[in-house]
Structure formats: structure tokens, C-alpha cells
């Protein structure tokens, strides 16, 4: 089995109930976090003869991301220390601590910019799918904070055999081959992604110590 994500940008209102949730459960430092809200729109604007100003093919949606315990994870073959491991009952990725060097490399190696050496402990941090969590039969602390229940988790082959195949959504990069686990509803005023946007988050709002897509 390999767990995944199933995030719907129509029914995500970009509350960031999820981040907040999971800077709580994780303990983390002003400055640090696993999980990111972008909000992303676009609009293209037409002027008339008579000066008057037209908006068109508007769009605004907002996409929750975290690791996405890719299938074939590129931090994992990237560690050097052996740090990082793909767990084979579930699939996810998660971190050794007692064997994280702090090196980066990890950060360097994620297309997705999931993991991040951490300015407070000096190691790599990121997403671990709140095993813990799991563990007791609870859901990962994001999944539950989630009010809209737009976020949701579960085996990849089930979601993707109901909630469809897309696994990229901008302004999110394409997958480089990794294989993301995660499924995504695309929003009804974009439905095939064609429309371009910009990020409206704050820079700030969006890093995490070292490395940010």
C-alpha cells in the first residue's frame, strides 16, 4: 500500500487550519513549517474602443502541499547518511534522527521542496504523514483540522480510482519522475490548468529555512 494526499481546489478556502494544525502537533519554531497554502489566480483583461475595461478567464484557488511521499523519493536516494527511508508497509517517507548529518542534501535533492534543515536543531525536518497518528487509528493532524474536509488521505490507488489522476496543479512544479503521491481536483474556473496565474502569497509566508520551490 502506498498512502497519498487528495486535496480539492474547489473546496479549499486557504483558511491554513491545516498548517496551523500541523505546527502544533510537530512542536515547530516561528519560521518553520511542513505543510504550505498557496493561493494562485490569474485574470486577463480586454480594453474596448471606448476605453472600457473587460475581465476575463479569472480565476483564484488555493492549494495545500506538504511531502509528497513520492514513489520513487528523490531525498531518499539522495541522503548520504541513510537518514531518510521509505517505509514499505505504507510508503512514506520518513526521517532518522539519530542519523540526519543536517547536510541539505535532501533539500537540495526535492523537486517539491519538502524537506528543510532546520535553523533550531541543525537536522532535516518534513512530513512524516503523522505516523504516530496513524499508529493509534487517528488521521494526520492536517487531515483533521481540515473544516471543509477538502484535504483527505488514503491508499493512492483507491483515491486515484476515485477522485481521478492529477497529481500536479499549478503553481506547483511537474513531476521530474518521483512519482508524488497525491491526487488533486482541479478548480472549476480552471478545470485543464491551461490558465496562468501568480502566486499571491507573501515570500515569506511561504519559506521554511532553507529551501522553497
Known sequence: ??????????????????????????DLPVGEKFRRVYDYAGCTWSIDEAGVSTPSDYF?????????HCAAPACVAACPAGALQKEEADGIVWRDEELCIGCGTCAQACPFGAPY???VSNKSRKCDFCRDLLATGEDPACV????TRCLQYGDIEDLRATMGDTDNVAPLPADPGTGPSIVFKRNRLNPSGALAGVVLNAPEELESATVVF
Open 144 to 147: 483533521g483540522a481540515c473544516p
Open 60 to 68: 483564484a484557488y488555493s492549494v495545500s502541499v506538504a511531502c509528497m
Open 117 to 119: 534543515v532546520s535553523e
Open 1 to 26: 500500500m502506498q498512502l497519498g494526499f487528495y486535496h480539492n481546489n474547489d473546496t479549499c478556502i486557504g483558511c491554513n487550519c491545516c498548517v496551523i494544525a500541523c505546527k502544533d502537533k510537530n
